[in-house]
C-alpha cells in the first residue's frame, strides 16, 4: 500500500522526469509521437526474437543434454536452415528500418514555414533565450537568461535540478523554429516531451522545428556534458497563441524602454 | 508567378487538412506568412537574382500553400493581426490570405513600421511572422542561412540605398535568424572594413 501510494505521489501533473521513471514522458509534438511509436514497433520484434531465441536455446539445452544424447551430432551444413536463417533475420531488420528512417527523415524536414523563431544560446551553465523576431534595431532584442534555480532556493512544488527562474514562452500549436547555438562549450538542448535534442556547437547554427500541440510546461536539461554544472536545465512553457502575443509584448515594453 | 490557382487547390488543403485533424489546422497560418514572404521576394527579384526562383520552387512543391496568388483580384483590407484569431477555419485564413498578399505587395514597408509602433504602443498585437524556410538551407545547419541574410540585406543597402523599403525583409530575416552577439560583431567588422563575406 506505502509502495502504491508512493508510486502515484510520484506522477507529477506536469512534463518532467519522475523519479524511477521507466517509460517515456507523455508526447507534447507529433515529433515525440513517432518516437514512442517507433519504439513501440521495435519492441514488438524484440519480443518476437527474444521469445524464439530463448525457445530454440532452451529446446538445445534440454534435448541434447549429455544424460540423455551423449553420442554427439557431427551436423556441419544444412543449406536450407542456412538460407531460412539469413533471409529471415533480413526482413525483420527491413522491417525496423523503413519506419526508422521514414521517421529520421521527416523529423528533420521543414514542412512549413515557422511562425517565430527563438535562439537558445548555451553558456556555462545557463541558456540566453532572444526572441528577435519583433526587433526595430540591431540591438534591441527580447533576450534572457535563463538559470536554473539552486537547491537551497526552492520553494515548495519546485522540481529540483529542473526548475528556471525565466521559462521560456511558446505559443502552442505553431509552428517553431528554435536555434541552437553556443557560446562558449558544447551544450545540447533537450526536451524530452517535445521529443528534442539538439546539440549547442559554437560558431553553428542549429535549427530545431517543432510543433507543440498542447499547453504546458515542459523540463529539459543540458544533455551535452559541458562542465560542473552540466545538466542545468530548460523549462519550455507553451501558453495560447493569444496569450503569447501579450507575454511577448508585456516584455518587449520594457526592453524597449531600456534601449 | 501569378497563376491564378483559385480555390480548387485550397479544398485540396483542406482535405488534407481533415486527415491530420489537429496539426493541420494550425499549419495553414503559418502558410499565410510564407506566401507574403514570396510575393514580397518577386518584387525585389532586380536585387538577389537567385531569390526569384523561389516562389516557383515553393508552391509545386508544397501544395498545401498554392492559395495565395489569388490574390489579384482583392484588394484593400489591411492584414489583421495574426495573434487573436483562430487558425482553425480554413476558408477564412484564405480570405485573409489573398487579401493580405494583395495588399502586403503595395504597403509591406509602411505595414511594418506601423507594426513596430503597435508592438511598442498597445500590447496585445504581436504578429508571428518570422524568416520563412528557405530551400536553399534545408538542413539542420542554418548558420550560412543567417550569414546570407546578412549579406543579402547589406547587398541591397550598398545597391538601393540605405533607406529602401525592399531591403528590410532581409533585415527581419537575419534578425530573426542570427544571435545578436554575431550581428554585434559583423557590424563592427563591417565598421572597420574587416568583414570576411563579400558585400
Ligand atoms: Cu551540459
Same mark, same amino acid.
Given at each position: 500500500?506505502?509502495?502504491?501510494?508512493?508510486?502515484?505521489?510520484?506522477?507529477?501533473?506536469?512534463?518532467?522526469?519522475e523519479?524511477?521513471?521507466?517509460? =517515456?514522458?507523455?508526447?507534447?509534438?507529433?515529433?515525440?509521437q513517432?518516437?514512442?511509436?517507433?519504439?513501440?514497433?521495435?519492441? =514488438? =520484434?524484440?519480443?518476437?526474437?527474444?521469445?524464439?531465441?530463448?525457445?530454440?536455446?532452451?529446446?538445445?539445452?534440454?534435448?541434447?543434454?549429455?544424460?540423455?544424447?551423449p553420442?554427439?551430432?557431427?551436423?556441419?551444413?544444412?543449406?536450407?536452415i542456412?538460407?531460412?536463417?539469413?533471409?529471415?533475420?533480413?526482413i525483420?531488420?527491413?522491417?525496423?528500418?523503413?519506419?526508422?528512417?521514414?521517421?529520421?527523415y521527416?523529423?528533420?524536414?521543414?514542412?512549413?514555414?515557422?511562425?517565430?523563431?527563438?535562439?537558445?544560446?548555451?553558456?556555462?551553465?545557463?541558456?540566453?533565450?532572444?526572441?528577435?523576431?519583433?526587433?526595430?534595431?540591431?540591438?534591441?532584442?527580447?533576450?534572457?537568461?535563463?538559470?536554473?534555480?539552486?537547491?537551497?532556493?526552492?520553494?515548495?512544488?519546485?522540481?529540483?535540478?529542473l526548475?528556471?527562474?525565466?521559462?521560456?514562452?511558446?505559443?502552442?500549436? +505553431?509552428?517553431?523554429?528554435?536555434?541552437?547555438?553556443?557560446?562558449?562549450?558544447?551544450?545540447?538542448?533537450?526536451?524530452?516531451?517535445?521529443?528534442?535534442?539538439?546539440?549547442?556547437?559554437?560558431?553553428?547554427?542549429?535549427?530545431?522545428?517543432?510543433?507543440?500541440?498542447?499547453?504546458?510546461?515542459?523540463?529539459?536539461?543540458?544533455?551535452?556534458?559541458?562542465?560542473?554544472?552540466?545538466?542545468?536545465?530548460?523549462?519550455?512553457?507553451?501558453?495560447?497563441?493569444?496569450?503569447?502575443?501579450?507575454?511577448?509584448?508585456?516584455?518587449?515594453?520594457?526592453?524597449?524602454?531600456?534601449? | 508567378?501569378?497563376?491564378?490557382?483559385?480555390?480548387?487547390?485550397?479544398?485540396?488543403?483542406?482535405?488534407?487538412?481533415?486527415?491530420?485533424?489537429?496539426?493541420?489546422g494550425?499549419?495553414?497560418?503559418?502558410?499565410?506568412?510564407?506566401?507574403?514572404?514570396?510575393?514580397?521576394?518577386?518584387?525585389?527579384?532586380?536585387?538577389?537574382?537567385?531569390?526569384?526562383?523561389?516562389?516557383?520552387?515553393?508552391?509545386?512543391?508544397?501544395?498545401?500553400?498554392?492559395?495565395?496568388?489569388?490574390?489579384?483580384?482583392?484588394?484593400?483590407?489591411?492584414?489583421?493581426?495574426?495573434?487573436?484569431?483562430?487558425s482553425?477555419?480554413?476558408?477564412?485564413?484564405?480570405?485573409?490570405?489573398?487579401?493580405?498578399?494583395?495588399?502586403?505587395?503595395?504597403?509591406?514597408?509602411?505595414?511594418?513600421?506601423?507594426?513596430?509602433?503597435?508592438?511598442?504602443?498597445?500590447?496585445?498585437?504581436?504578429?508571428?511572422?518570422?524568416?520563412?524556410?528557405?530551400?536553399?538551407?534545408?538542413?539542420?545547419?542554418?548558420?550560412?542561412?543567417?550569414? +546570407?541574410?546578412?549579406?543579402?540585406?547589406?547587398?541591397?543597402?550598398?545597391?538601393?540605398?540605405?533607406?529602401?523599403?525592399?531591403?528590410?525583409?532581409?533585415?527581419?530575416?537575419?534578425?530573426?535568424?542570427?544571435?545578436?552577439?554575431?550581428?554585434?560583431?559583423?557590424?563592427?567588422?563591417?565598421?572597420?572594413?574587416? =568583414?570576411?563575406g563579400?558585400?
Amino acid at each position: 500500500m506505502i509502495v502504491l501510494e508512493w508510486l502515484f505521489l510520484t506522477i507529477s501533473p506536469c512534463d518532467a522526469a519522475e523519479p524511477w521513471q521507466l517509460g =517515456f514522458q507523455d508526447a507534447a509534438t507529433p515529433m515525440m509521437q513517432g518516437i514512442i511509436d517507433l519504439h513501440h514497433d521495435i519492441f =514488438f =520484434f524484440l519480443i518476437l526474437i527474444l521469445v524464439f531465441v530463448s525457445r530454440i536455446l532452451v529446446r538445445a539445452l534440454w534435448h541434447f543434454h549429455y544424460q540423455k544424447n551423449p553420442i554427439p551430432q557431427r551436423i556441419v551444413h544444412g543449406t536450407t536452415i542456412e538460407i531460412l536463417w539469413t533471409i529471415f533475420p533480413s526482413i525483420i531488420l527491413m522491417f525496423i528500418a523503413i519506419p526508422s528512417f521514414a521517421l529520421l527523415y521527416s523529423m528533420d524536414e521543414v514542412v512549413v514555414d515557422p511562425a517565430i523563431t527563438i535562439k537558445a544560446i548555451g553558456h556555462q551553465w545557463y541558456w540566453t533565450y532572444e526572441y528577435s523576431d519583433y526587433n526595430s534595431s540591431d540591438e534591441e532584442s527580447l533576450t534572457f537568461d535563463s538559470y536554473m534555480i539552486p537547491e537551497d532556493d526552492l520553494e515548495l512544488g519546485q522540481l529540483r535540478l529542473l526548475e528556471v527562474d525565466n521559462r521560456v514562452v511558446v505559443p502552442a500549436k +505553431t509552428h517553431l523554429r528554435i536555434i541552437v547555438t553556443s557560446a562558449d562549450v558544447l551544450h545540447s538542448w533537450a526536451v524530452p516531451s517535445l521529443g528534442v535534442k539538439c546539440d549547442a556547437v559554437p560558431g553553428r547554427l542549429n535549427q530545431i522545428s517543432i510543433l507543440v500541440q498542447r499547453e504546458g510546461v515542459y523540463y529539459g536539461q543540458c544533455s551535452e556534458i559541458c562542465g560542473t554544472n552540466h545538466a542545468f536545465s530548460i523549462v519550455v512553457e507553451a501558453v495560447p497563441r493569444k496569450d503569447y502575443g501579450s507575454r511577448v509584448s508585456n516584455q518587449l515594453i520594457p526592453q524597449t524602454g531600456e534601449a | 508567378m501569378a497563376e491564378p490557382q483559385p480555390e480548387k487547390t485550397l479544398t485540396l488543403s483542406q482535405q488534407y487538412a481533415l486527415e491530420k485533424e489537429d496539426k493541420v489546422g494550425v499549419d495553414t497560418k503559418p502558410v499565410e506568412v510564407k506566401e507574403v514572404e514570396n510575393t514580397v521576394n518577386a518584387t525585389s527579384e532586380e536585387v538577389v537574382a537567385e531569390r526569384d526562383e523561389e516562389p516557383p520552387a515553393a508552391s509545386p512543391k508544397e501544395s498545401t500553400e498554392v492559395p495565395a496568388p489569388a490574390a489579384e483580384e482583392s484588394s484593400d483590407s489591411a492584414p489583421s493581426a495574426v495573434v487573436g484569431g483562430e487558425s482553425s477555419e480554413a476558408s477564412a485564413d484564405a480570405a485573409e490570405t489573398s487579401n493580405e498578399t494583395a495588399a502586403e505587395e503595395n504597403t509591406e514597408n509602411a505595414e511594418n513600421s506601423s507594426e513596430q509602433e503597435a508592438v511598442e504602443e498597445e500590447a496585445p498585437e504581436v504578429k508571428l511572422e518570422t524568416a520563412p524556410a528557405d530551400f536553399r538551407f534545408p538542413t539542420t545547419n542554418q548558420t550560412r542561412h543567417c550569414f +546570407t541574410r546578412y549579406i543579402e540585406y547589406h547587398r541591397c543597402v550598398a545597391a538601393k540605398g540605405e533607406d529602401a523599403p525592399e531591403c528590410d525583409k532581409f533585415q527581419k530575416y537575419y534578425r530573426s535568424l542570427c544571435p545578436g552577439e554575431w550581428v554585434e560583431r559583423w557590424n563592427e567588422q563591417r565598421e572597420n572594413g574587416t =568583414f570576411p563575406g563579400p558585400l
